[in-house]
Every structure is written in C-alpha cells, then in structure tokens.
C-alpha cells in the first residue's frame, strides 16, 4: 500500500469509526456508569471484534455472510432485537443509580463484542474498505500488515475518546435530572438503531 493509499484509508477509517453509532452509545453509557477503568473492557471487545473483522473480511468471509441473503436476514433480525431489548433496558434503569459492581469486566466485554459484531455499518464498512482500499494484484497479507495497525490505532482512540466523554458526563450530572434524560437518550438511540438495523437492506457491494 503507498503513502497516498494510507493516507486515504487512514482518513476513510477515522470517519468511519468516530460516526456515533451503537459502539459510540455504549461507550458513553458504560463511562457514566462505570468510570474510566471497568469501561475499558468495552473498548476491549470492539478491539476484539475489529480485529476479527479485519481478517475475516481478508479471507472473503464478510463478503461471503454479505451475499447469503438468509444468513443476512437472520442474523438482521437477533441484532435488531438485540439492540431493542438494550435500549428498552436502559430506559427501564435510567432512574436507578448506577452501580459498578453490577457490571464486572467480562460482561462489559461480552456485551460491547456483541454490540460491536451486529453493528449495521459493521460489515458494510469493511467491504467497503476492503473493496476500495485492497491492491488485487499485491498479496494480501503485506498489506494487511498496514491496515491491520492502522485500523486499531484509530478504532482505540476513537472509542477511548467516547468513554471519556461518558465519565466527563457522569461526573458532571451524575445524581441530577439531566443524567436521567442523557441515559434515556443514549436509550432510545439503542432502540432507534435496532428498528433501522431490522429495516434495512443487504449492503451494497462494489
């Protein structure tokens, strides 16, 4: 890959990874909740799942899963349901103080992973990168030795930039009716993001 083609990839990453989407919602919900720290387990799991995605979609497997229309449609609908059932949580427990204990290291982890894999933009995004940004005629692997760095260098930041902004605003109104709106707010985006998750359409390919 030249300088000119990082540059581009690098910048295509960035946009795609700092647009607020679910990943971006969960991240500011668990540093309001659960402080800077216990949060980062859920950086950890998107780390987890980029990382997965990275090389999936290197070895054709995202396009494959993109081009299976019922694999798509099943796997559309427990990822909408999924996020629904996270939103309408999270507005039930709006009210409620949050409580640290209540949330150890591995289920933060496991439910950011989860978060993270039926992300809506997840797999267009990567056959997007790897359709555009991929060399056909330099080997694979090379190229993965630039992308792969790249891509989780600015995935950490973006993200880690996103938990912060959750402890500045859980500091800064925790116990106060504004936090109770945020959280709901950060609810109902969960729940809007699930109903455009079950409407939409097979992503498109180049």
Known sequence: MSFEGWTVFALFW??????????AVNCIQNGMTLGFPRALWGVAGILTQATLFLFASAAGITA???????GFVVAKYLGAGFLIWTGIRGWMNARRPP????????????RAFLIATINPKSVAGYLAAFSQF?????PIWSQMAVIVPTALTITTASYMTYTALGVFV????LGAVFNTWFRRAMAVCFIVY???LGASSLPARS
Request: overall charge neutral.
């Open 14 to 23: 960035m946009l795609f990874v700092t647009t607020p989407g679910p990943n």
């Open 64 to 70: 494959l899963i993109a081009a299976s229309p019922t």
């Open 99 to 110: 409580a640290a204990t209540d949330r150890p290291g591995h289920s933060v982890y496991i």
């Open 134 to 138: 991929v060399q056909p005629d330099v």
């Open 170 to 173: 859980g500091r800064a109104a």
């Open 194 to 196: 699930g109903l455009l």
